[in-house]
């Protein structure tokens, strides 16, 4: 796979898996503007609560469906995961109760959760090494493109004037399987992983996957780079892996890796959860802007997050990723603190605290979506999806409470001295990130999964 140059088979990859990220963002939005309230008679708690419970969702199907990533292939798990999401959370459209609506959004997540850990996995073991970074980061910071245009949507359908109240909000929720039908079409055309193949004891399957994909990459006119004979390497089928020895290969044969995944995971969904959440909050209660334009002041701040990851993702590539890690998430936690100090001065006004979201979440957004990146790199290729889906977990378990946090130091808005301190924590708690990153993460640009991490099915060659 490393040795294939750029050709639209890869880009078929970018689309076919990509688009999940698109999905999520677009689903979250389509939520969180809560058109279905007034018809479901739910309170603004029971609306949080459906956030919550689709989250829990997510958690759920990363954990159950990147196991089964590992043991029964990429592709059937991005197949299935995606079904699961688009049977859910078209039928969440036809609520007619809050409780039929919680039960639909936790199996939407769920789908969205199980593509996490499968889709990510994917990525990684049919993209070229020199491409890898800038892919997998472009890829996920594709979620505020979805985000804008669930934003954009809600402008249009939760319009009185265009849908009356008990249509509106069903349709968002039929935006999302729309598109998705055409993406699963297109999956069935994307091969299983060569490499998960021939951990599994399917060689003449995974040889076949590779002469059809460098066969079509060549049709193409891609041009291969010759075989390099020292980076063979032989391996042996292997069973599901126990977890005992995950929790092995986690805290005893690789704990510094394991410390940059957690701290990375974590600290950027912190940040994200307390100011995503409670963005609106703040705009209204200290800048006195309307609910209904809240939508607008949103549009840069997801444009911000879009361009992060598309302008910087090939940075990681080239100059490497500590050092890219550590810049993002510095430069993110110095401009977020620039602007608590100017906040808690009382110079800022709705417009300009927007400017420095979008520029601080520029360098953010890059950064978060490189901790998928490095904790699918960093750890072996027989449990990369159920890594993912662990960090992924803690990921949102620990940014989970920040929301609760940051509404309570937001308050009525009569006091700027909470929020500030807020601030400062969250650009502190993404600087430590950034530290940590550059001080025991791994070199991994530009080189196969294979020499940055040894499988655990290799065969050592008899001496």
């Known amino acids: 796979m490393d040795r294939l140059p750029w050709t639209r088979f890869h880009w078929s990859i970018v689309v076919g898996l990509g688009f999940s990220w698109v999905l999520d ?3 979250i939005q389509i939520v969180a503007s809560a058109g279905f309230q007034k018809e479901l008679h739910m309170s603004a708690a029971e609306v949080g609560l459906a956030g919550t419970i689709y989250l829990l969702g997510q958690i759920a199907g990363a954990i159950i469906f990147g196991r089964l990533s590992d043991k029964l292939g990429r ?8 079904a699961i999401y688009l049977v859910a959370s078209a039928v969440a459209g036809l609520s007619p109760n809050m409780y039929f609506l919680f039960f639909f959004r936790f199996f939407a997540g769920m789908g969205i959760g199980g593509e996490y850990a499968a889709i990510n996995s994917a990525i990684d073991e049919l993209i070229p090494a020199h491409y890898r970074g800038r892919v997998d980061i472009a890829i996920n910071g594709t979620y505020w493109g979805g985000a804008a245009l669930g934003s954009a949507a809600n402008l ?10 008990n249509i509106g909000w069903r349709i968002g929720f039929f935006i999302g399987p729309v598109l998705g039908l055409a993406i699963i079409y297109l999956r069935r055309h994307i091969p299983e992983s060569p490499r998960w193949l021939m951990t599994h004891g399917r060689e003449k399957e995974a040889e076949a996957t590779v002469d059809d994909i460098e066969g079509r990459v060549e049709r193409e006119g891609g041009v291969l780079t010759p075989v390099d004979p020292k980076l063979a390497i032989t391996v042996k089928a292997t069973a599901s892996i126990p977890f005992r020895q995950i929790l092995h290969i986690l805290f005893k044969q690789y704990p510094k890796r394991t410390l940059v995944g957690a701290t990375m995971m974590v600290t950027q969904s912190f940040l994200y959860n307390a100011i995503f959440f409670t963005y609106a909050l703040v705009l209204q209660n200290f800048y006195g802007t309307s609910p209904s334009s809240t ?8 444009l911000g997050n879009l361009l992060g990851p598309l302008l910087l993702g090939h940075l990681f590539d080239v100059w490497g990723r500590r050092r890219m890690i550590f810049l993002t998430y510095g430069i993110s936690g110095v401009v977020l603190a620039v602007s608590a100090i100017l906040f808690s001065a009382g110079t800022l006004n709705a417009a300009t605290q927007t400017i420095f979201w979008c520029v601080s979440f520029f360098f953010a957004s890059a950064g978060a979506s490189s901790a998928y990146l490095t904790v699918s790199e960093i750890f072996p290729l027989e449990i990369r999806s159920q890594a993912i889906s662990y960090f992924f977990a ?8 920040a929301p609760l946090l940051y509404g309570i130091l937001i308050g009525d808005g009569s006091d700027r001295g909470p929020l500030t301190f807020g601030y400062f924590l969250g650009a502190g708690i993404m600087i430590v990130g950034g530290i940590v990153a550059l001080v025991f993460g791994v070199d991994a640009e530009r ?3 294979e020499s940055i991490t040894r499988p655990l099915s290799v065969v050592d060659a008899p001496k």
């Open 25 to 27: 963002g677009l689903e």
């Open 75 to 82: 592709k059937k798990l991005f197949i299935l995961t995606l």
């Open 156 to 165: 249009f359908l939760l319009n009185p004037d265009i849908f009356t109240e």
């Open 295 to 302: 939508q607008y002041f949103f549009f840069p701040f997801a």
């Open 394 to 401: 803690l990921g949102q378990i620990a940014g989970a409470g």
């Open 447 to 449: 080189r196969s999964l």
